[in-house]
């Protein structure tokens, strides 16, 4: 198109056209130009419509996802505070136990029984998962701040589940074992359903004790029980791992926090 209207204009120098004649060329010449800027004019309207449109598209499905992120760490705050409440649980008890041991006179087995059968608790905290990383979806965050925290949110929960899991195998591997040696694992399963706190973190609290098997009718004296150093290891092991579990879920609380301000900051209409 260039050498088109160069050759034109070359010709209008180097002939002698007659004055009407060069008249019609420069008219030509301009309606060319008014119609090829009309097009260029056209093609950029289009395109800036047609880019409003994906950055309106875009925005509506950023709202919709800030909106369900905040549905999931709401529900994950709920969950993650539960898991603390229940390891606190474990830890004051084991703390009791502890303190049973070291003045081992006129201990009521009830409540020592009681006690040790909280130490077979196992909270996990198992977050709503979401494919915002994987799907490409997190281009479409645009507060950078929201969108480091939800990058790093994985390794920040697999951090805690870590510690769970080394609860987990410990108390599999080593506590409920050397309970059956002891010979106290059936009245500590007896008194762990009937305990209302254990049936609200794994029951919501609206179920009935599931143990229909009783109390086991061998006679262990709680001075007998009090001398068992295995019995002692657990409880100190239970309040190390359940404490450092809590202190990675304070983190993580913070964490989620965090997200759900920078959330509400975002989301249009809160």
Same mark, same amino acid.
């Given at each position: 198109m260039i050498k088109f209207f160069q050759k034109i204009r070359q010709q209008l120098l180097t002939e002698n056209l007659p004055d009407r004649q060069a008249g019609k060329i420069r008219r030509y010449l301009l309606y060319a130009v008014g119609e @090829?800027?009309?097009v260029m004019i056209g093609i950029l309207l289009a395109l800036e419509v047609n880019n409003w449109n994906e950055n309106r598209k875009d925005s509506n499905k950023e709202q919709l996802i800030l909106s369900?992120?905040?549905e999931e760490y709401e529900t994950d705050l709920t969950q993650l505070e539960q898991k603390i409440s229940h390891r606190t649980f474990i830890i004051q008890s084991a703390s009791k136990v502890l303190k049973y041991i070291d003045k081992p006179m006129?201990?009521?087995?009830?409540?020592l029984l009681s006690h040790i059968s909280v130490i077979l608790g196992d909270p996990t905290?198992?977050? @709503?998962?979401n494919d915002l990383v994987t799907s490409g979806n997190l281009r479409l965050i645009k507060n950078r701040n929201l969108k480091r925290l939800l990058t790093t949110w994985t390794s920040d929960v697999v951090a805690l589940q870590e510690i769970e899991k080394e609860w987990s195998r410990t108390m599999w591997e080593y506590v409920v074992p050397n309970f059956i040696t002891i010979g106290i694992l059936r009245d500590a399963v007896y008194n762990w359903?009937?305990?209302e706190k254990n049936l609200t973190w794994i029951l919501e609290g609206k179920g009935d004790n599931l143990f229909e098997a009783g109390r086991s009718y061998k006679i262990i004296k709680s001075s007998e029980l009090l001398k068992n150093k295995e019995l002692e290891g657990i409880m100190s092991v239970a309040i190390s791992l359940n404490q450092s579990a809590n202190i990675q879920s304070q983190v993580l609380r913070i964490r989620i926090l965090e997200l759900l301000e920078l959330l509400n900051t975002e989301i249009k209409g809160e």
């Open positions: @090829i800027a009309l369900q992120l905040k006129n201990v009521d087995k009830d409540s905290f198992d977050p @709503i998962k359903w009937n305990d």
